[in-house]
Structure formats: structure tokens, C-alpha cells
């Protein structure tokens, strides 16, 4: 357990135990019997107090319990609204840089989606039934499943950390079940598709050679896209034949990862090495650096100008990944080793899961191609031969 984040009883200067007073980091708290606005059973909670000492915090409590007994309602930051802790989650993981900043950019849209629609009231009152209409409206405004989910994710996390800060009990969203996401059958592209995406790259766009780099190294090591731009030459171990990706810890999982070099993965790696900019650390430095040595930020106007002339509107950056696992699955990899391999942290479980036809038929196929020689038949208790 994190002691930081978790409550300890709070003692005076002889050491003695000071009843209903708790402490967390530098925060000091109240757990006293109160009902809040629009409650009507009195219930045991901690209440966040304002003091900066022991002395402080039980004269604070002193009040609050005369507060109470005279029948006066307590108020507190318990009592504010979704729009103000929302707006506090948002800033805490900025400050704390406990997100990568992609999440944190798309947490803050959805942290605005729930201002605009909920954030006047306050965190104790809001009501499963008022989170499902909200995301019913904006089901009709066209917003995806899965869209609807990612904001929920969301709010469910601005509760989580309402409740670590003993502003709620528990959270409303435990009652909001997610959206169901129409899953389709994702078609595998095929690498001549990729190579002929690729060479219509070349042609129309000026970032052509660094794009066709950076879609090859995606289907050789399965990785992610943001963070294949992060990779730098030291990434790159030739003695130990692997692709270090996360080293910098901005990886989805937060960890460094090892690709072992296919025969693929080694030569394109060593041909871009022959080619690669000397001045510059960066796999993929960018063209619009000036004089500071920074990596690209998206390839995304290249794809979209390359699907368009080629006609591969279909083909997306993800398909990569997506071909790299198919391909190891069909070559009887085992899931462990691929899961490594693309930083799935469940061993292998979902690629067995969404993938494990594709080694099925895989294998079917190749006991098609295997030709035996005679077979021994049983005929009347007698061998023949057929």
C-alpha cells in the first residue's frame, strides 16, 4: 500500500491517540457521523479539514461536532461540484505527471463534456441515472460507443480520486454500465498492400522516405505509433539484437520493452542506420526541428494523401500491429513471446483470445500440404496396404 495515500490516526505531543482525527500526507481529517445536503441518514465520514497542525485540526473538530449537534448543516469541500474537482483532477496530472499527455489531453475533453452537463452539482448528489442520460444525449449527437466509454473511463477516474480524497463514499459511475462496441472483423492488410502505400508515399509527399521507414518499423516490431517516433539510435542494441522501445518510460505501460530482431527487423534497422541523419539522435527526427533535435510528431498527412492516390482507404497505421501479431500467431510463436514483444501485460491472454484462429487455420492449412506414404488398413484382422 502507498502510505502516502492511505489514512493514519493522528497523535498529540504525549503520544496519546486523538479520537476521530486522521491524517493523510499533509492533510488532516474529521471522521465524525454527519448527513450532507439532500442525504437523508446520517452516515460516518472523513471530512477534509482546513488545519496545518495537530492543535488546529481539534479545535476544527471541536467546531464541527457543535456544528452538528446543534443540528446545523456541515459544509465543506465535500460539498463542491463536479465542475470545480473535475477541473482539480485535470490539474493534478499535469502537475504530478502521473498520465502520459496524450491521455491527460483526452481526460480534459471528457472532463468538459461532464462540466457542461453535470458540473453544477455537487459530487455527493450526482445520481447513475443523471450519468446515463448524459451519455444518451450524446449517443444522439452521434458520439460513438466507444467514445461514450472513454467518457466514462473518465469520470469514473475523477471519483476515484474524490473518494482517495474523502469527498464521496463511494462513486455513482459503479452503476453505469459500459456501451456495447460493435466489434468487426478486422481485415488483415496484406505487406504488398503496405509496400505499394509506400511507394505512392515516394511520389506525393516530401516526408515520403521517412514515412515508407516508420510504416516498416512498425510491421516488423508491432509497436505502438507514438511510441516508435519517441526511439533513438541508442534504442537499438546490435550486440544484443533487440529493439529497445519505452526506454524513456513514456510507454503505454510505462515500462521498456525488447524486440528481439527478426531478419526483417535487423535489415531495415541497419539500412536506415546507413541512411540516417548524423547530426540528429532521433530514428525519425523532424524535418521541421530549426536548430533543436527533436523527433517527429505524426506522419498522419502522409497516410492520407498516400491512401487517396493509391486507393487504400482502408489501411491505417494500427493495421501494422495488427499484421505483426497475425504473422507471429501463424509462424507458432507462443502468445507469451509475441505479448513481450508488442507490451501486452497479461501474458498473452487477448492475443490467444483474438487471435488464436488465425493459428487454428494456420494449422489446418498445413496439415493440407503433408503428403504420408501408404496407409495401413485393417481388413478382417488382416493388414493390407492401401
Known amino acids: ?25 499533509d492533510r488532516y481529517y474529521a471522521r465524525i457521523k454527519i448527513a450532507y445536503p439532500g442525504e437523508d441518514r446520517a452516515k460516518t465520514r472523513r471530512v477534509p479539514l482546513k488545519a496545518g497542525n495537530v492543535t488546529e485540526a481539534a479545535k476544527e473538530l471541536r467546531g464541527l461536532l457543535v456544528k452538528r449537534d446543534k443540528g446545523r448543516t456541515i459544509t465543506s469541500e465535500r460539498t463542491q461540484t463536479l465542475a470545480d474537482f473535475s477541473a482539480c483532477y485535470i490539474d493534478r496530472l499535469y502537475v504530478g505527471n502521473r498520465k502520459r499527455l496524450g491521455t491527460i489531453v483526452g481526460e480534459s475533453g471528457h472532463a468538459k463534456f461532464w ?4 458540473g453544477s452539482h455537487r459530487l ?7 450519468i446515463n442520460r448524459a451519455l444518451d444525449k450524446r449517443a444522439g449527437e452521434g458520439k460513438a460507443p466507444r467514445t461514450l466509454n ?6 469514473r477516474n475523477i471519483y476515484a480520486e474524490a473518494k482517495a480524497d474523502g469527498l464521496v463514499d463511494s462513486s455513482p459511475c459503479q ?4 456501451r456495447k462496441v460493435d466489434k468487426k472483423e478486422r481485415r488483415l492488410v496484406t505487406a504488398e498492400e503496405f509496400d505499394r502505400l509506400g511507394d505512392v508515399a515516394l511520389k506525393v509527399s516530401k516526408n515520403g522516405q521517412q514515412f515508407c521507414d516508420y510504416v516498416r518499423l512498425l510491421l516488423y516490431s508491432g509497436g505502438r505509433l507514438a511510441e516508435m517516433l519517441r526511439l533513438r539510435w541508442l534504442d537499438a542494441n546490435w550486440e544484443q539484437e533487440q ?18 530482431f527478426n531478419p526483417s527487423l535487423e535489415a531495415h534497422l541497419k539500412d536506415m542506420h546507413q541512411r540516417r541523419d548524423e547530426e540528429s539522435v532521433w530514428l525519425f527526427p523532424s524535418p521541421q526541428r530549426g536548430n533543436r533535435d527533436i523527433p517527429s510528431k505524426s506522419f498522419r498527412e502522409t497516410l492520407l494523401l498516400a491512401r487517396e492516390e493509391s486507393g487504400l482507404e482502408h489501411v491505417g497505421f494500427h493495421d501494422t500491429r495488427h499484421h505483426f501479431i497475425s504473422m507471429s500467431v501463424m509462424a507458432g510463436i507462443d502468445y507469451m513471446t509475441i505479448a513481450a514483444w508488442v507490451g501486452h501485460k497479461d501474458g498473452g491472454i487477448l492475443i490467444g483470445k483474438v487471435y488464436g484462429h488465425l493459428a487454428n487455420e494456420h494449422r489446418q492449412r498445413a496439415a493440407q500440404k503433408l503428403v504420408l506414404g501408404s496407409v495401413g488398413i485393417i481388413d478382417g484382422g488382416k493388414e493390407a496396404t492401401a
Open 1 to 25: 500500500m502507498n502510505k502516502a495515500r492511505s489514512f493514519t490516526p493522528v497523535f498529540d505531543s504525549r503520544k496519546r491517540k486523538l479520537r476521530n482525527l486522521w491524517k493523510r500526507s
Open 115 to 118: 462540466t457542461r452537463e453535470l
Open 124 to 130: 455527493h448528489v450526482i445520481t447513475s441515472g443523471q
Open 150 to 155: 472513454y467518457a466514462l473511463t473518465t469520470l
Open 175 to 178: 452503476n453505469v454500465k459500459w
Open 243 to 260: 529493439l529497445v522501445i519505452g526506454a524513456d518510460g513514456e510507454s503505454k505501460n510505462h515500462e521498456a520493452r525488447h524486440v528481439d
